[in-house]
């Protein structure tokens, strides 16, 4: 899931030199100090196989898998020395159990030459800045939110820092933004070592520190209402709430990610950042006042956005009785305005059985002639309208129909079976029917799939016929 703001628009009067400051900053780490982990690597992988260690460990690192890590002896069984070799040389646990049994047995030679790897291993960006909460340090606790694990993974991050760092620094002064970003780090540190206490895993990225941004981010925007684009994996929309609605929404994703998510990602890290950016700069206003707030971006006044901006007023105002009327006159008035349909279908959904929301989801129906319209929007509302309502009283016949002749023109063929199954049910007769059962049986004659051509040429009699001609 993915909730960021689309409204605002900078002013590159005050342009944001703190954010463009840390922005600059992460890629020089990434490319000027990370790029050379390789060649770390090289020398460190080198040394080992140069050395005595893989004859002297590989025996007694079996010994370690049968006393501390008898859970791995399947993939040992399976992978071989290419799973021992990678323990021996990543493992930090096999390390710090090796040396006290090294000194014990007087085997200085052995430890000389285990230490100079350590040493050399060490010297990657991940192990030298990383936050490892086995061991944590103040070169980690700081240096992690600098450092990142891939394009990617900068990237992502600094585009995030920027989307929300625009807004922020001009809110809050560049001084008090970097202070903030510091502080978040921190705090998304603190929560993941909490958690996730013992890890030799490091973790490294900035996305604690981001996260605390967007805290900060809803922390000054408060109940003002903005625009958000969202992604839920294949769907995607714009919404409007208050500012403050996306922080409940973001915590439950990072919550739900640690749950059933990759378990790559250090999503308490993020938690703690965005609740240490939110709880911060409300500390930090409710002192002084934001220096500027962004400018939102005004939308050219039409008539639709006018009777748009009367039903938030209401919304904001508690006034939902009244929002609810108002979204109701505005379709009657613009039908074909598909926001204002939207808003009063969302008014009206906490009552599934008035009028009023048989009536929204009459008129989303009546746009499927609209080619303008999204037809997965269509089909969505659709669905959406089944799941909320006993007795679909919207779907009347000339409802489904359009909406059929529309399926079957955006070849949503699921969707233009289930219609037609609907008309069936409700003994329609029309001459579109068998057009549309033709093109149904058509597309499962291209797939092969004979059998559901046949239900199809069952449905209609029109259909039928036309099909055995």
């Not at 409940?248 to 378990?263: H, M, N, R």
Request: charged share 20%; glycine share 8%.
């Amino acid at each position: 899931m993915l909730i960021i703001p689309i409204q605002n628009k900078p002013d590159w009067r005050r342009p944001p030199l703190m954010c463009f400051a840390l922005i600059a900053i992460n890629l020089l780490v990434f490319v000027l100090y990370q790029g050379r982990d390789e060649a770390r690597w090289q020398q460190a992988e080198d040394y080992y196989f140069s050395s005595q260690l893989p004859d002297l460990e590989e025996q007694r690192f079996l010994v370690y898998v049968n006393e501390v890590r008898p859970e791995w002896r399947t993939q040992v069984d399976a992978q071989g020395e290419e799973f021992v070799y990678r323990e021996l040389l990543w493992n930090p646990e096999f390390h710090q159990w090796l040396l006290p049994q090294l000194r014990a047995e007087g085997e200085t030679e052995w430890l000389a030459q285990r230490e100079q790897f350590a040493e050399l291993r060490d010297r990657l960006s991940s192990i030298a800045l990383g936050l490892v909460p086995a061991e944590p340090g103040v070169a980690g606790l700081f240096g992690h939110m600098f450092l990142h694990g891939s394009w990617d993974h900068l990237i992502g991050n600094m585009v995030f820092l920027l989307l929300f760092g625009l807004s922020v620094e001009l809110a809050l002064g560049g001084l008090w933004f970097a202070g903030l970003y510091l502080l978040g780090g921190l705090a998304a540190a603190g929560l993941h070592m909490a958690v996730e206490a013992g890890s030799p895993v490091p973790m490294v990225g900035a996305s604690g520190a981001v996260s605390a941004i967007m805290g900060m981010f809803v922390a000054i925007y408060g109940v003002r209402r903005l625009r958000f684009f969202y992604t839920v994996g294949f769907m995607f929309g714009e919404f409007s709430a208050p500012a403050l609605l996306v922080l409940p929404l973001w915590l439950a994703k990072e919550i739900f990610g640690y749950f059933y998510g990759d378990a790559g990602i250090a999503y308490w890290a993020h938690t703690g950042g965005l609740l240490a950016g939110f709880a911060a700069t409300l500390l930090l206003l409710s002192r002084r006042p934001p220096l500027e707030q962004m400018p939102v971006e005004e939308e050219t006044s039409t008539p639709q956005s006018r009777a748009l901006a009367r039903i938030d007023r209401f919304q904001e105002e508690g006034k939902l009785l009244e929002a609810a009327d108002a979204a109701g006159l505005a379709i009657r008035q613009y039908p074909q305005s598909l926001p204002l349909i939207e808003r009063a279908i969302e008014l009206t959904t906490a009552a599934p059985e008035s009028e009023a929301f048989h009536r929204a989801n009459l008129a989303l129906f009546a746009l499927a002639d609209n080619a303008e319209i999204d037809g997965r929007a269509l089909a969505a509302g659709y669905h959406r309208y089944l799941q909320q309502t006993e007795k679909p009283r919207a779907l009347t016949a000339r409802a489904c129909l359009l909406l059929a002749r529309r399926a079957a023109r955006d070849k949503n063929w699921g969707w233009l079976e289930e219609l037609l199954r609907r008309l069936q049910n409700q003994r329609v007769e029309h001459p579109l029917l068998p057009k549309l059962g033709m093109a149904l049986v058509g597309h499962y004659r291209r797939l092969g799939d004979e059998s559901r051509a046949r239900e199809a040429l069952q449905m209609f009699p029109g259909v039928e016929v036309s099909g055995q001609q």
